[in-house]
């Protein structure tokens, strides 16, 4: 009798486990589901733990759970997040180890040409000069910290032969890792065209940050370089601990990926996530700060979900004896 009151109190309290667990999977790593199966609600409320931005799109995954994502995702405009595949492209054909400098290139006096042309039209440049020579670490350095569009032409050239031929390569990797509602115009993100979704450029930015070297170049807070002197990383939030790649404009918004180390009931998880479309107009530091507002949201409300439900998974009935 007494085995069996043991067996009947400890059923419940497995039971209770299992749904808090089961529960947390649903509400923090479906993509676009809410739990019980109810229509997940932009902007976060009862209905779902994770306070997703009023506007735009987003999407995380905490430690190593699956990733959640915002509802309607749909292809938009991405900017200079598209210079997180320039990068994965470049470094899957010639990957970096430790202190390796990799491939050099010089530039032309046509590249020189250029990047004055694009400056002059409003495009987020990187000054060089005819003759520079210049690193793939240094060109990495160039394209993810002050996010030259001149830069990611340049590594398109030294890469795949010229930009087309580029195009073609970072089209082939988005379909490869099944980002099927993404498609790459551009290796910068200036043309309006290079449009993504936050579930897509997660599942990009996720795979580039298993180089070590994307690692670092994306969490330093400035970067110098021959020509153009030092330069200083556009990520808002850089100084708070979180790394990654910003974009934006008018088209696309303020928008950011970005990864962050954090400890939740004394375990350490890395956040990663996408916000996609923040903010209003087309002054960059107020797209960015919109865009800074919402990963911090959807992250602080991602992780006191995590801490409720590990709780409400550790809390269950004692045995009686």
């Known amino acids: 009798m007494r ?8 059923v419940p309290a497995l039971l209770l486990a299992h749904w808090a667990y089961s529960a947390a999977g649903q509400l923090l790593y479906d993509p676009g589901k809410a739990p019980y199966g109810k229509p997940p609600l932009p902007g976060g409320s009862r209905e779902t733990p994770i306070a997703w931005p009023e506007q735009g799109q987003a999407a995380l995954a905490l430690g190593s759970g699956r990733a959640a994502a915002s509802p309607h995702q749909e ?3 991405i900017a200079s997040l598209a210079k997180v595949m320039t990068a994965y492209v470049t470094l899957e054909r010639h990957p970096l180890r430790g202190e390796q400098e990799g491939f050099t290139i010089t530039v032309s006096a046509a590249q ?3 990047e004055a042309r694009e400056s002059a039209q409003g495009a987020s440049v990187v000054a060089v000069r005819p003759g520079e020579r210049l690193t793939e670490r240094e060109l990495l350095q160039a394209l993810l910290i002050p996010s030259g569009n001149n830069i990611a032409q340049m590594l398109a050239t030294a890469v795949a032969g010229s930009e087309s031929g580029f195009l073609e390569e970072m089209n082939a990797q988005a379909d490869a890792l099944g980002m099927r ?3 790459y115009t551009d290796p910068s993100g200036f ?16 795979h580039a940050m298993r180089f070590q070297v994307f690692r670092e170049i994306v969490s330093m807070p400035s970067v110098t370089l021959p020509v153009a002197g030092t330069l200083t990383n556009y990520n808002p939030l850089i100084a708070a601990g979180y790394a990654g790649k910003t974009g934006s404009d008018s088209a ?4 950011l990926a970005f990864f962050t180390h954090l400890t939740v009931g004394g375990r350490s998880l890395t956040a990663v996530g996408v916000v996609l479309g923040q903010g209003h107009g087309s002054d960059t530091s107020e797209l960015l700060a919109a865009a800074a507002e919402a990963a911090q949201q959807v992250v602080h409300s991602a992780v006191a979900a995590r801490r409720r439900t590990d709780v ?3 809390h269950h009935p004692r045995e009686s004896t």
């Open 3 to 10: 085995r069996r009151l043991v067996l009947i109190l400890t």
């Open 75 to 77: 292809p938009a405009p």
């Open 252 to 255: 696309a918004g303020g928008c």
């Open 181 to 183: 509602r993404t498609t």
């Open 312 to 314: 409400n998974a550790n």
């Open 191 to 206: 043309d309006p065209g290079t449009v993504s979704t936050a579930a897509d450029q997660l599942r990009v930015f996720q």
């Open 112 to 114: 020189a040409q250029a």
